[in-house]
């Protein structure tokens, strides 16, 4: 059980419909057609044995996780700010019907439930401003530095090399149209702001980020021909505008696993099972161990590129 829950319209929906059979009247019938009937039982079967095992786990996991912490200030504030986001209430409404929830209790269940999940998971994790700080200080270049770049990328070695001799430092925009043969040549080789996070070839980000400002580079190799770089602004962006965005990573790499999470609720809950159906889904699962020779090991993660500038 990789993950804790999924809480959304359509699992809030097969609760509600797992649920029908404690209302009575098992017989009453739902549906009528000219084949024949569907009761209550029948329908309650039918669903027991689809999905009724995950749907009464993540029943009783909220339950025994709502009896353990409080997040009612949090829902609250977090119903707020998206109702903020409509001028009305028709509005809000019909968002939550493209949404897949019928009224605003369904989603404030879906809302209270994953901020449950949250708490159990990072509610004792304390992340400091130095800590922070000492992130953002250790990550500026890699992540928080945006450079300005024009490209002009051509076929052969020899091309790059006749067309660098030709570079004055004010031409390089004239050339990159007359000569380059990526799309943004005809934009004067202008690819905008990127990141070393940017989905560009690695030979291209590697020669980019060794420039300053102003700067053009020798020829550079890649997959998509020979390239010629001109880094003509950099950005640094400013702690302030990322901090909160570090806090909520570093709080996540500590966050507790999620099996840990659920041995601790099964065992602190006093489960007892009255219907053998169930009778096993409540047991404590053993931490899982990392195996050898992982099939994921020699995935690179690579995204594929597009033959264009990069």
């Not at 009247?25 to 000219?34: H, M, Q």
């Not at 450079?147 to 091309?159: C, E, F, P, Q």
Request: proline content about 2%; charged content about 35%.
């Amino acid at each position: 059980m990789k993950k804790l829950f999924a809480i959304t319209a359509a699992g809030l929906m097969a609760v509600s419909l797992t649920a029908c059979s404690n209302n009575g009247g098992d017989s009453e019938v739902l549906v009528k057609t000219n084949a024949g009937n569907i009761t209550k039982a029948e329908f309650y079967k039918e669903m027991k044995t689809s999905v009724g095992k995950k749907v009464m786990q993540n029943m009783v996991l909220l339950q025994l996780l709502d009896n353990k912490y409080d997040v009612s200030k949090e829902l609250d504030k977090q119903i707020k700010k998206i109702k903020d986001r409509f001028d009305s209430d028709d509005k809000f409404q019909s968002w939550l019907e493209q949404q897949g929830f019928e009224n605003e209790d369904q989603l404030r269940k879906a809302v209270k439930g994953n901020l449950l999940v949250k708490e159990a998971r990072t509610g004792d994790v304390k992340v400091s401003k130095d800590d922070i700080k000492a992130y953002y200080e250790k990550h500026k270049k890699d992540q928080y530095t945006k450079l300005k770049v024009s490209n002009i990328v051509v076929d052969k070695k020899a091309t790059a090399e006749t067309i660098e001799k030709k570079l004055n430092g004010s031409n390089f925009a004239e050339l990159a149209k007359q000569r380059s043969t990526g799309p943004a040549g005809k934009n004067g080789g202008d690819l905008g702001y990127i990141t070393k996070q940017s989905q560009m070839v690695k030979p291209f980000l590697d020669a980019a980020f060794k420039l300053e400002v102003g700067e053009v580079s020798e020829p550079v190799k890649s997959d998509y021909g020979w390239h010629i770089i001109k880094v003509t602004d950099k950005k640094v962006v400013p702690f302030k505008d990322v901090k909160e965005q570090i806090k909520q990573k570093l709080t996540q790499e500590q966050a507790r696993p999620v099996n840990e999470i659920i041995n601790e609720l099964y065992k602190e809950g006093k489960i007892e099972v009255k219907d053998d159906y169930f009778k096993d889904l409540f047991k404590v699962q053993e931490p899982q161990k990392q195996q050898s020779g992982d099939a994921t090991q020699g995935d690179t993660g690579a995204t594929d590129q597009k033959k264009d500038d990069k």
